[in-house]
């Protein structure tokens, strides 16, 4: 269901002392202000690890994270095959995207569709 994801991950985030965020692009990510008003309302004391395939200006990338988060966070360049996953000791919480035309065939929009699964 829409928006269901928001409360799943508050669960399994509060739930974990070690948290991998699996991206893309890291800049996508960093400057969303849904995505950090995210990592600003759940991750609490949690130790973030942000796993990032590419980046286009990684200084100001890290610099707008470490400025949303205050909690102890790592940034590592890693091609892993996700496109979007939370990680923690008992879960991943996958993000899978898909373009869908909006208004007319000139105009797209990304729209997330989230999985979870056991990490056992």
């Given at each position: 269901?829409?928006?269901?994801?928001?409360?799943?991950?508050?669960?399994?985030?509060?739930?974990?002392?070690?948290?991998?965020l699996?991206?893309?692009?890291?800049?996508?990510?960093?400057?969303?202000?849904?995505?950090?008003?995210?990592?600003?309302?759940?991750?609490?004391?949690?130790?973030?690890?942000?796993?990032?395939?590419?980046?286009?200006?990684?200084?100001?990338?890290?610099?707008?994270?470490?400025?949303?988060?205050?909690?102890?966070?790592?940034?590592?360049e890693?091609?892993?095959?996700?496109?979007?996953?939370?990680?923690?000791?008992?879960?991943?919480?996958?993000?899978?995207?898909?373009?869908?035309?909006?208004?007319?065939?000139?105009?797209?929009c990304?729209?997330?569709?989230?999985?979870?699964?056991?990490?056992?």
């Amino acid at each position: 269901m829409d928006g269901e994801y928001r409360d799943i991950l508050k669960y399994i985030v509060s739930q974990s002392s070690d948290v991998d965020l699996y991206v893309d692009n890291f800049d996508d990510w960093a400057f969303d202000s849904q995505f950090t008003a995210t990592l600003t309302e759940n991750m609490g004391k949690s130790n973030l690890s942000i796993y990032y395939a590419q980046a286009n200006n990684i200084k100001a990338a890290k610099k707008q994270i470490e400025w949303n988060f205050k909690g102890g966070c790592k940034c590592v360049e890693k091609d892993k095959k996700y496109f979007f996953c939370w990680k923690t000791e008992s879960y991943l919480l996958y993000g899978v995207p898909k373009l869908r035309n909006v208004i007319d065939d000139n105009t797209t929009c990304l729209c997330m569709s989230y999985y979870l699964r056991s990490n056992s």
